[in-house]
């Protein structure tokens, strides 16, 4: 090689795995900057851009981010002063970098909205010499305003790069059986943790519109499955699937997690679990959401007994399933 030619790292690969994203603080403005970047993806609002960009601008940005910081607040890690989403993201990575153990493979994470962001991490392994990418986003179900907008932002990086790496996409794996066992094994877990037997046990999962089901997104139909596929191997209670976090006024998939606990309790069933599998960290949207929100607008409705299992998060089923994701991939 010429001496006077820059010196290139290669023959390394990058694992990236890519959680939704989260503010760098409770502040006002880290919040709005967030509800921005997330809001203004046209994969997550399908409106007119138009009079979406007025709508966003003049009324949710000015309004939302005062609520949406006191839901943070609620759930922040003070001791290490971040969200939990960001925490045990930071958890999966250490822990799977140190459990696959190969000096050839980089093992990262990156938000699709906020930060770290796509952009500055795919950048980043390519220096480090990173000739192929395995990009790894934390969906378990596919869906448009998921998975597929972490594929756009992925792209349009590549766009701009003169020289890219390879990139290879891991698929959804609502059916993988190291998953389902991950969650059954969560369920168990909790199960002999509590000192009463619920009556039901709620699957809930991030819900999209109506419309973009009907436009032919999938996500409804792994979301069932995989409620199915634990149903099939845990029978000691009965499971139903919900859909959670529902914004603005148009119909999404139902039935609505809120909805079904506010009535639950009329019905007679009066003691709960909540388990989220479509989530691979707590967040906001579990434990604002669900495990404070909805704790209480079941109990208020009449119900005696609530749980939440926590997310599959950094434990070491959650990490055997990564590692066993990650290494298909590499074969």
Known sequence: MNKDHPK????????????????????????????????????VIEVNPFIWKIILNLFILTFRPSKTAKAYKEIWMKDVNKSPLRFYTEMQTKKLSKKIENENLIVDFAM????????????????????????????????????????DEVFRVLMKMRWQPAIQIVPHYESEPLYIDALVNSINKKLSAIEWKPDLIIASYHGIPKKYFEKGDPYHCYCQKTTRLISEKFDKVKIITTFQSRFGPEEWLQPYTDKTLEKLPKEGVKKVLVVSPGFASDCVETLEEILIQGKESFEKAGGEKFDFIPCLNDNDDHIILLEHIVKRNLN
């Open 112 to 151: 699709r909205y906020g930060n770290p962001s796509i952009k500055s991490k795919i950048e980043s392994m390519k220096k480090e010499g990173c000739e192929k990418l395995i990009i790894f986003p934390l969906y378990p179900q596919y869906a448009s305003p998921t998975t597929a907008t972490v594929c």
């Open 8 to 43: 290139v790292n290669f023959g390394k690969t990058g694992v990236l795995l890519i959680n939704l994203g989260t503010p760098d603080s409770t502040n006002w403005w880290d919040i709005r900057k967030y509800l921005k970047e997330f809001l203004s993806d046209r994969r």
